[in-house]
T-cell receptor, first 114, second 115 residues
Framework: QQQVKQSPQSLIVQKGGISIINCAYENTAFDYFPWYQQFPGKGPALLIAIRPDVSEKKEGRFTISFNKSAKQFSLHIMDSQPGDSATYFCAASITSGANSKLTFGKGITLSVRP | NAGVTQTPKFQVLKTGQSMTLQCAQDMNHEYMSWYRQDPGMGLRLIHYSVGAGITDQGEVPNGYNVSRSTTEDFPLRLLSAAPSQTSVYFC??????????????FGEGSRLTVL
């Protein structure tokens, strides 16, 4: 059973537009939700993360919105640029679990057209 | 400022051959792990280690062996390669206290093709 589900599977956005990537999770014990960004030929790198005690976190053009009751969180990229074209992974973990591991979604490919 | 270094970057094997993917980190991270990335499957954990001499299985461990003799190195061994092991492999490391609360540092990947 996939514990973290991403949608859509791929996304094409025009330069200057808003990119929105959604994630839904199953396990209500998850309490840490990071997003990783991966450029072609590179490894994933942490982009931004949120805890469920806040509903929104913003870092520059990137914002995470969190809806605990719906068990969903989303990444918004404002003023999307061609340089944002990459694969984006959402993930979730249980911070207090000794044997808990970071669970990744399947990833979505974002293409920002000039 | 190397971070996580993986070698080789590309490798082609024939079915049944064995090989080792190397991973080294210079950040004194206790936690090291191996993931494989396949189209439509995301990142799946193969094996991980929380310190020298300690290893454990992840989500997809079959066909792979690991060992951790030093803090810096965490090699992944394919004992008898199969076409199903064609994938991109990533090594990732972190401070143990931040495995589930902070940043995983990934290498640039090793692309393996098994014919």
């Amino acid at each position: 059973q996939q514990q973290v589900k991403q949608s859509p599977q791929s996304l094409i956005v025009q330069k200057g537009g808003i990119s929105i990537i959604n994630c839904a999770y199953e396990n209500t014990a998850f309490d840490y939700f990071p997003w990783y960004q991966q450029f072609p030929g590179k490894g994933p790198a942490l982009l931004i993360a949120i805890r469920p005690d806040v509903s929104e976190k913003k870092e520059g053009r990137f914002t995470i919105s969190f809806n605990k009751s719906a068990k969903q969180f989303s990444l918004h990229i404002m003023d999307s640029q061609p340089g944002d074209s990459a694969t984006y992974f959402c993930a979730a973990s249980i911070t207090s679990g000794a044997n808990s591991k970071l669970t990744f979604g399947k990833g979505i490919t974002l293409s920002v057209r000039p | 400022n190397a971070g996580v270094t993986q070698t080789p970057k590309f490798q082609v094997l024939k079915t049944g051959q064995s090989m080792t993917l190397q991973c080294a980190q210079d950040m004194n991270h206790e936690y090291m792990s191996w993931y494989r990335q396949d189209p439509g499957m995301g990142l799946r954990l193969i094996h991980y280690s929380v310190g020298a001499g300690i290893t454990d299985q992840g989500e997809v461990p079959n066909g792979y062996n690991v060992s951790r003799s030093t803090t810096e190195d965490f090699p992944l061994r394919l004992l008898s390669a199969a076409p199903s092991q064609t994938s991109v492999y990533f090594c990732a490391s972190s401070w143990l206290a931040e495995v589930n609360t902070g940043e995983l540092f990934f290498g640039e990947g090793s692309r393996l093709t098994v014919l």
